[in-house]
């Protein structure tokens, strides 16, 4: 059985820094496309940065670009998303994922596999 499970999500003021991590079983996570997503309320769940298992390359929504850093630790079959330079705008409901065949920036990936979320809010 697959799980995810994240952690790290909280309060910070804009300007402050966050790390995100997940932690995976059920399966290995350097066998599979992996990324992290966010929503906001009445929006669609989009891509914030992906990582591919044939590489190793990484790659990011404009929007996070040079702020967010998305790594992970084969050793403890965990990903994490630094995030650093808070914006108000940042502030979302984050998930981790799995996937088999690919990830997507930007916008919508139907991904194997979620994590439930953590909640992460930007405000003075």
């Known amino acids: 059985q697959v799980q995810l499970v994240e952690s790290g999500g909280g309060l910070v003021q804009p300007g402050g820094s966050l790390r995100l991590s997940c932690v995976a079983s059920?399966?290995?996570?350097?066998?599979?496309?992996i990324g992290w997503f966010r929503q906001v309320p009445g929006k669609e769940r989009e891509g914030v940065s992906c990582i591919s298992p044939r590489d190793g390359s990484t790659w990011y929504a404009d929007s996070v670009r040079g702020r967010f850093t998305f790594s992970r630790t084969n050793a403890k079959n965990t990903m994490y998303l630094q995030m650093n330079s808070l914006k108000p705008e940042d502030t979302a409901v984050y998930y981790c994922a799995v996937d088999g065949n690919g990830c997507q920036v930007g916008y919508y990936y139907p991904m194997d596999y979620w994590g439930e979320g953590t909640l992460v809010t930007v405000s003075s």
């Open positions: 059920g399966l290995t996570l350097d066998n599979y496309y």
